[in-house]
């Protein structure tokens, strides 16, 4: 199974142990009226939020032409209620400390140390190696292919019957880290979504690809009936979320039942195959399942910056390799049995 499947169902997971714990800290009075005061105000003690100074009608007339535009306002509102936040949970967080009490997540978040402008910044930076492995893992491939293999001599193309497939793969699995590292770095309601249809849209193709490899299909009006049905379901499926309703419920359902249909049958077909490279399969797969835990069983963020999704992102980094190397090794493999077909 892809890792960016794993990604997608991890990430489903993970948002619903998320809004089922959200209430915990932002329904505390002392939290939520600190945060009203701040908005209003732009002051939480002694300290002033840069980014609450002025609201919409306190626009100085004679100010530069940006600050006066919508799109500038309302992303000051945005950073406003984001500072807001984050000083009041700081607050409130010392507070408990002091009393001897555990930390509690706010708005389905445990309370993290900003670092610059970095919201979460463990899991931001290693969402960048994630999408560095898979660059490298894409580029290694593709060098692979075009470079290393043997191609076929008239038309100049690729032995290996899914190549362009897992160029598509490598391209949405990076978008897919690209928005994970944004949303962890400033979360707003528009980053989630970019990074939550980012990632659903890897799991859907992830799962043509599977049941294009695992039932061998090579004819492109094959692939097209296998492919519409599905893409047709995950294009809805992300549209729903994105402009009727972000239904965390229903959407870890969805992921489930993709994911883990993926898993099964990659391992299967690894099996009944008994493909060269079954092992460095069995392994990613084995070891998405080991990570799904750090999902399940959550805790706290260790000195205010690693917590159990830290740690995931921290776990698919070797997996990655270890993914394009098996996506690399079944290139050889198909590329071996076809040239000495042809021969």
């Not at 994911?259 to 990613?284: C, E, N, Y």
Request: net charge positive; charged share 15%; proline share 4%.
């Amino acid at each position: 199974m892809g890792v960016g499947s794993w990604i997608s169902l991890l990430i489903a997971i993970g948002f619903l142990f998320g809004a089922l714990n959200a209430s915990a800290g932002d329904a505390d009075p002392l939290y939520r009226n600190c945060v009203g005061q701040c908005e209003k105000t732009g002051d939480i003690g002694d300290q002033s939020i840069r980014h609450c100074q002025f609201q919409n009608s306190d626009v100085p007339l004679n100010s530069s032409w940006y600050m006066q535009e919508p799109l500038y306002l309302e992303w000051k509102q945005l950073n406003c209620r984001s500072d807001c936040r984050y000083y009041c949970m700081m607050q409130r967080e010392y507070q408990r400390e002091k009393l001897g009490q555990h930390p509690v997540k706010y708005h389905g978040k445990w309370p993290f140390k900003r670092v610059f402008i970095f919201q979460e910044p463990l899991s931001a930076v290693l969402s960048a190696f994630n999408l560095l492995m898979h660059f490298i893992g894409w580029l290694t491939f593709f060098i692979l292919l075009h470079y290393k293999l043997p191609v076929r001599p008239q038309s100049r193309r690729t032995y290996y019957e899914y190549s362009g497939l897992w160029h598509i793969y490598g391209v949405l699995s990076m978008n897919a880290w690209f928005w994970s590292a944004i949303f962890h770095t400033r979360d707003f309601d528009l980053t989630e979504k970019l990074d939550y249809s980012s990632a659903v849209a890897v799991l859907g193709y992830s799962l043509i690809l599977c049941l294009l490899r695992v039932f061998n299909v090579k004819d492109e009006a094959s692939r097209v009936m296998f492919a519409a049905p599905i893409l047709a379901f995950v294009t809805t499926h992300i549209l729903y979320l994105n402009f009727y309703e972000m239904d965390y419920g229903w959407n870890m359902k969805v992921c489930l039942l993709m994911g883990v249909s993926q898993l099964l049958m990659w391992a299967i077909w690894g099996g009944v195959t008994r493909h060269p490279s079954r092992f460095k399969l069995w392994a990613v797969v084995f070891g998405c399942a080991l990570a799904m835990l750090l999902e399940i069983y959550d805790f706290p963020p260790l000195h205010g910056y690693a917590d159990a999704h830290a740690l995931w992102h921290a776990t698919t980094v070797p997996l990655t390799y270890l993914w394009w190397s098996f996506i690399q090794d079944d290139a050889k493999f198909r590329t071996s049995a076809l040239v000495k077909k042809a021969k």
